[in-house]
């Protein structure tokens, strides 16, 4: 099987000093690594009854649609302050200096729909728990999380009370 961390590139001191960018367009460029980066995300959530599949702005978009449709879902995106036309709901976070917010349109998921999540990258976990917690309020059940890179070193996998599927792992 080929090493798919190879299409992963390390992009030192971007977009700021001191941190690392895992940059996933070589993987995302090549077919046989996207359609495995697609797979590893959906598969463990098979036969798990998912309504609707959560993308987080922006490259959570590109792998939400992919898992949306293997699973026959729908695709809801949650996007950054400001982006989203109607009315919306808004969980603000903190970083670490301010704050920042995720939102998602008010009627794009109901309660009893069973939600899953996708990003491409968990750092410090704070967009995950936010984009959690959002759907929470919503009363959907968050049935799990996934990401195609989890930066074990930052620890965000504790702030995420659902169930975390990291196909990844740096
Ligand atoms: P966090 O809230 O700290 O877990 O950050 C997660 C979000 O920021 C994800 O939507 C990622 O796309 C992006 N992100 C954070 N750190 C990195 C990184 N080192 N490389 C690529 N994307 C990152």
Do not use: N
């Not at 798919?4 to 367009?25: A, N």
């Not at 046989?32 to 598969?43: N, T």
């Not at 036969?47 to 879902?73: C, H, M, P, T, Y």
């Amino acid at each position: 099987m080929m090493d798919y961390r190879q299409l992963i590139r390390d992009v030192p001191d971007w977009p700021e000093p001191g941190v690392t960018f895992k940059d996933i367009t070589p993987l995302l460029a090549s077919p046989q690594g996207l359609a495995w980066a697609v797979d590893q995300l959906y598969e463990p959530f098979v036969g798990k009854g998912i309504d609707q599949v959560i993308g987080i702005e922006s490259r959570g978009f590109i792998f939400a649609v992919g898992v949306a449709r293997a699973l026959g879902a729908g695709f809801v995106p949650v996007r950054k302050p400001g982006k989203l036309p109607r009315m919306t709901i808004r969980r603000e976070y903190q970083l670490e200096y301010g704050t920042d917010a995720v939102e998602m349109h008010a009627d794009a998921v109901t309660e009893g729909h069973r939600v899953l999540v996708i990003d491409d990258v968990l750092a410090t976990g704070g967009t995950m728990a936010a984009t959690c917690e959002l759907l929470a309020e919503t009363g959907a059940e968050v049935i799990g999380a996934a990401v195609l890179i989890e930066l074990g070193f930052l620890e965000g996998a504790t702030r995420v009370e659902v169930p975390l599927h990291s196909v990844l792992v740096y």
